[in-house]
């Protein structure tokens, strides 16, 4: 091997590690450090250690003026029924996408696959949900995750089942199995995998999401987690209390780095399950 393709295997992994150190270790060490810090000293980020550190008392704080039980309730109340009606009716879709074949039913599987390329329109979306009498309610919340992530489960899923040996369902059916019999005792368990995927990649998009959280739901008792990070960072903005704000970002965000970290294995193996098969 030559010099230079030594030099950059030998180097390669030191150049990675700098880069996440970067583009990750810094802002993280940047939230951490201003979420420890009194009042005084995170009236102006920077990446200055704390040199008082009360961490205890400013998540205290932000967990008591954030009101951040409300809203892991109202967020929990959201996204679980958003994940059940993404992963029943993608999986039904993607059975009938993956088993079918026909010129119609390929127009039908391009449609719903077009929300990964096809950014909602929240004007048109609040609208409906007004005429519907749906805008500011947990209903409409709830129609609007299904809708934008139901694209992203059928797609995987659909690869997946097509890598299913067809026969068998042949030999469920000649048993005497009905169709929802089949889909329930042989597609439904064999697809663990991409279901793990799809549920952990809602919840981590929909855990997050403020954009239309505040159009559709907006504020008040309904009020999920990054809006009320929001209406905290809009009151605090004028207070200086950024260390409260920081102090919110970690506690918000607890939940979910656990979920990702305890499952990032499925992750992958969903996602190449359903795109490469």
């Not at 003026?65 to 999986?91: K, Q, T, W």
């Not at 997946?160 to 369902?169: G, M, Q, V, W």
Request: aromatic share 10%.
């Amino acid at each position: 091997m030559n010099r230079p393709g030594r030099y950059w295997r030998l180097g390669r992994p030191a150049l990675v590690v700098v880069l996440a150190l970067v583009t990750v270790g810094i802002p993280l060490w940047l939230v951490l450090a201003t979420s420890a810090k009194p009042q005084g000293e995170a009236v102006r980020p920077n990446l200055d250690p704390p040199g008082d550190w009360q961490p205890g008392a400013n998540y205290a704080d932000a967990f008591s003026e954030g009101e951040m039980l409300r809203g892991f309730v109202n967020s929990l109340l959201v996204i679980v029924p958003s994940v059940v009606l993404v992963l029943c009716l993608g999986a039904a879709a993607a059975w009938v996408f993956a088993r079918r074949r026909g010129r119609l039913v390929a127009a039908a599987y391009a449609v719903c696959i077009s929300g990964l390329l096809l950014p909602p329109a929240i004007i048109t979306i609040v609208l409906q949900l007004r005429q519907l009498g749906l805008a500011g309610t947990r209903p409409g919340m709830i129609a609007v995750y299904t809708a934008m992530y139901l694209s992203t489960a059928i797609f995987f899923m659909t690869g997946f089942i097509r890598s299913i040996p067809f026969e068998l369902e042949e030999a469920a059916r000649v048993d005497g199995a009905r169709p929802l019999r089949v889909f329930l005792r042989i597609i439904l368990p064999l697809l663990r995998p991409v279901i793990a995927t799809a549920t952990i990649m809602v919840m981590l998009y929909a855990w997050s999401d403020i954009f239309y959280a505040f159009f559709v739901l907006g504020g008040g008792d309904a009020a999920t987690l990054p809006i009320n990070l929001y209406q905290v960072a809009s009151a605090q903005l004028y207070l200086n209390n950024w260390h409260l704000v920081f102090a919110y970002v970690v506690l918000m965000s607890l939940p979910m780095i656990a979920v990702f970290v305890i499952a990032q294995r499925r992750i992958v193996s969903g996602i190449t399950s359903g795109a490469v098969k």
